[in-house]
């Protein structure tokens, strides 16, 4: 089994930071890509940035400029640094990861979610 533990959300206001990090543990025998996804109340889960193990980026367009996803490959865990932060980026961020198991197997697991909410 491979478990996420997220943590760093909270309120913060208006053109604040905020550091999101979520370690993965369990039987992992690779990595590729790690990332953050944030839903809306009613809407689909939507990608914020992710990163592969070779370290590309992809962020989303409402969010470039901002925020900066990074990751220790050593420690499986990735981070979100969110700086300028917007009403707008109010929502659940969960942490995705991909990779396989030690049995070869395909893995995708998502994390438990974590509020992140920006006051004005």
Do not use: H
């Not at 592969?52 to 420690?75: E, P, Q």
């Not at 865990?77 to 197997?105: H, I």
């Amino acid at each position: 089994q491979v478990q996420l533990v997220e943590s760093g959300g909270g309120l913060v206001q208006l053109g604040g930071s905020l550091r999101l990090s979520c370690a993965a543990s369990g039987s992992i025998f690779s990595i590729n890509a790690m990332g953050w996804y944030r839903q809306y109340p009613g809407r689909q889960r939507e990608l914020v940035a992710a990163i592969t193990s070779s370290g590309s980026t992809n962020y989303a367009d409402s969010v470039k400029g901002r925020f900066t996803i990074s990751r220790d490959n050593a420690k499986n865990t990735v981070f979100l640094q969110m700086n300028s932060l917007k009403p707008e980026d109010t929502a659940v961020y969960y942490c995705n990861v991909e990779g396989s198991t030690w049995s070869k197997r395909y893995l995708e697991v998502w994390g438990q979610g974590t509020l992140v909410t920006v006051s004005s």
